[in-house]
């Protein structure tokens, strides 16, 4: 039985798809666009992504599209661990700029949907994570955003040292949320 917990941010949820092990190994249903529907949740997934983190604390956020690209993201590790972090970054919403975070890894083998008008980012707790995600829209670059990881304005507690991550180019260069453009309509 596929569980769904809220993680405390409207529309966040944590899922847990059952996992069948034997002799040979385990299975699982890593989707089930049924299984969502019964819950209220109706998603068209069109792009599967896939990144490979070499070391601990390679911290990979905030990430956010804008429309018409956002994107819902089912995400979740097949290899490793992630301290994963979903941001509201809706203008207007009661809990714009909260924050909420959770661990993803292989061994629990739960999942988290990051709903649109919210930022994302992780940073990985093991050597050689695998993270995974489909999303409800293809990547734009025009439309790709990045909001500084350690914006005071969020707040978020990396549970990592924050002096010796790795971050790309455009991470290192990101803005605060408070200069970040937020005020659009994500519908869906
Ligand atoms: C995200 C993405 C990137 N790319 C390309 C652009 C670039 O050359 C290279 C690496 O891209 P990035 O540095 O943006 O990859 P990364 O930092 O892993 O970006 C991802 O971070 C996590 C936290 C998310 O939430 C994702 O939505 C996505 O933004 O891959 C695509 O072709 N398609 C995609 O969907």
């Not at 249903?29 to 792009?47: C, H, K, M, P, W």
């Not at 993803?104 to 992780?122: C, D, E, M, R, T």
């Not at 707790?125 to 695998?130: F, H, I, N, R």
């Not at 790709?144 to 914006?151: E, G, L, Y």
Request: hydrophobic content about 40%; overall charge negative; some cysteine.
């Amino acid at each position: 039985m596929r569980q769904f917990r809220s993680l405390g941010l409207d529309g966040v949820i944590e899922i847990l798809p059952e996992k069948f092990g034997d002799d040979r190994g385990f299975f699982s249903e890593t989707y089930n666009a049924r299984v969502f529907a019964d819950d209220g949740i109706s998603l068209d997934f069109i792009q599967d992504n896939h990144s490979y983190s070499a070391q601990v604390g390679v911290l990979r956020g905030l990430h956010f599209q804008t429309p018409p690209f956002a994107q819902d993201k089912l995400v979740r590790v097949i290899r490793g661990s992630v301290f994963d972090v979903i941001v509201d970054i809706r203008k207007g919403s009661p809990t714009f700029a909260k924050w909420v975070g959770v661990e993803i890894s292989a061994k629990k083998w739960n999942q988290v949907l990051v709903p649109k008008g919210f930022a994302h980012g992780f940073v990985t707790l093991e050597p050689d994570t695998e993270f995974l995600y489909k999303v409800t829209n293809y990547y734009s670059k025009d439309c790709d955003r990045s909001i500084r990881f350690d914006d005071p304005d969020i707040g978020v507690e990396w549970p990592v040292d924050l002096s010796t991550v790795t971050l790309s180019a455009k991470d290192e260069a990101a803005g605060l949320l408070k200069d970040t453009e937020t005020g659009f309509v994500f519908e869906g």
